[in-house]
């Protein structure tokens, strides 16, 4: 076995405190010599005498200094096992960091494991939805062809807003002649109808229309159904906006009231809807018309044209963006 780094060190400081303490250095270097040699003439030390000469003093002085020299160089040392100890403990640490940096692999490890279960529980939902969607496009004579992809929902839906604002417009400037509201009255009045004409449309188109294409005869004749009553709904709005504007005309020439407006139109959409007696009439039924029909066309074509298809592709590939997001 070696002699421990610590023992060694101290040896080799022993041995340099040795040579420091060679006779012949500490006679030349005190001049010890010569002052000996004048102490002998002055008859120094004399038998009683208990001082110290010169010569003794300048031993002590030089050895007084060898020894603060090996003091300093001593707590040097010291400081220095100190600065050793501080490094083991710095070590020690460091191992500690090393075990942590295993906790991490271990927790990294299960995360790994986490991550495969997620990961193949999306790859059995992302099968069974494309599963489902050739089932379907099987049961639907569907497989000569893609889904239709919807195009961009903001256009879409400003389109259709436009459509409702245009016709509240029109429509608010031939009612304000009548409202004890004015143009603000009219365009209360407009945007209610409005509002109902273009959402019935719209329904119709995106829900009901889709319906004729279906392979199950009695969906299409459901389809064909609802369509049929939801135009009619439209085409009563519509004429009854036409209606109105007639007998507002009419009882603003005799000085009539706007309750006695709303009755003449209710009995005039009942007797005779389709006799318009001004051409404000006409225009405001045409404009109802032609936004109600743009309106249930543009539902239509938003999706594709089979009930559920477009839905149904679109889940599949929303399912294949999220398993590509999670194997990165």
Not at 131 to 138: A, S, Y
Not at 289 to 318: M, N, Q
Request: charged share 25%; glycine share 8%; net charge negative.
């Amino acid at each position: 076995m070696g002699q421990p780094v610590g023992g060694k060190m101290i040896e080799e400081e022993i041995e340099g405190v040795l040579t420091r303490f060679d006779e012949e250095k500490i006679v030349r270097e005190t001049d010890l010599d010569r002052k000996a040699e004048d102490d002998g003439l002055q008859h120094k030390p004399g038998s009683q005498s208990s001082s110290i000469t010169l010569a003794e003093q300048s031993i002590i002085d030089y050895l007084g200094g060898l020894v603060g020299a090996d003091r300093t160089a001593a707590k040097a040392q010291i400081s220095s096992f100190r600065d050793s100890m501080s490094c083991n403990q710095f070590y020690a640490r460091i191992a500690d960091i090393e075990h942590l940096d295993e906790k991490f692999e271990a927790e990294l490890a299960k995360l790994k494991v986490q991550h495969a279960k997620e990961l193949q529980t999306q790859y059995e939902r992302e099968r069974s939805l494309a599963n489902g969607l050739r089932i379907f496009r099987r049961e639907n004579k569907l497989q000569d062809r893609p889904a239709k992809t919807r195009k961009s929902a903001q256009i879409h839906w400003s389109i259709v807003l436009s459509m409702m604002v245009t016709e509240a417009i029109l429509n608010s400037y031939f009612f304000s002649i009548g409202s004890e509201m004015g143009l603000i009255g009219g365009f209360l009045i407009a945007a209610l109808l409005s509002f109902l004409n273009v959402v019935v449309a719209y329904w119709a188109g995106s829900t009901w229309l889709p319906k004729f294409n279906h392979v199950e005869p009695r969906t299409k004749v459901a389809g064909v159904f609802v369509v049929t009553i939801l135009g009619l709904i439209c085409l009563v709005i519509s004429l009854g906006a036409a209606q109105y504007r007639v007998a507002l005309e009419a009882f603003v020439e005799t000085d009539g009231t706007l309750f006695e407006a709303d009755r003449l139109a209710i009995d005039m959409l009942y007797r005779s809807p389709f006799k318009l007696e001004s051409i404000q009439g006409f225009f405001l039924l045409t404009a109802g018309l032609v936004i109600a029909t743009s309106a249930f066309w543009k539902a239509y074509r938003y999706d594709d044209p089979y009930p559920g298809y477009g839905e149904l592709t679109r889940t599949l590939h929303d399912s294949e963006d999220e398993t590509s997001h999670k194997e990165e």
